[in-house]
């Protein structure tokens, strides 16, 4: 299993960004996805999952009407459409899939390296 983020950079105040996450090495349309993040000096937190089917989402109450979470099953892509943008949305955004466990308060079993995303003026 191989996740790459990218789409990561310096954006000012109110600003958008979109995350992609390229999947390669499993059956990309039969695992859920998944957004985290991790700021300076915080620990990991859960930001958006996406069935493998597509049809479910769900996000944490800090982005929600913020941020879309998306996939191309054709392309084997997950996005991350990020609106609004704050300064405390600063942080390293990880991409991560798992094939059985879906929800808010779960480890995915594979991730990705990251990307980072900082929200300054």
Known sequence: VQLVESGGGLVQPGGSLRLSCAASGFTFNTYHMYWFRQGPGKEREFVAVISWSGTRTHYTDSVKGRF????????N???LQMNSLKPEDTAAYFCATDPVTYGINVQPRYWGQGTQVTVSS
């Open 68 to 75: 879309t979470i998306s996939r191309d099953d054709a392309k």
């Open 77 to 79: 892509k997950l996005y």
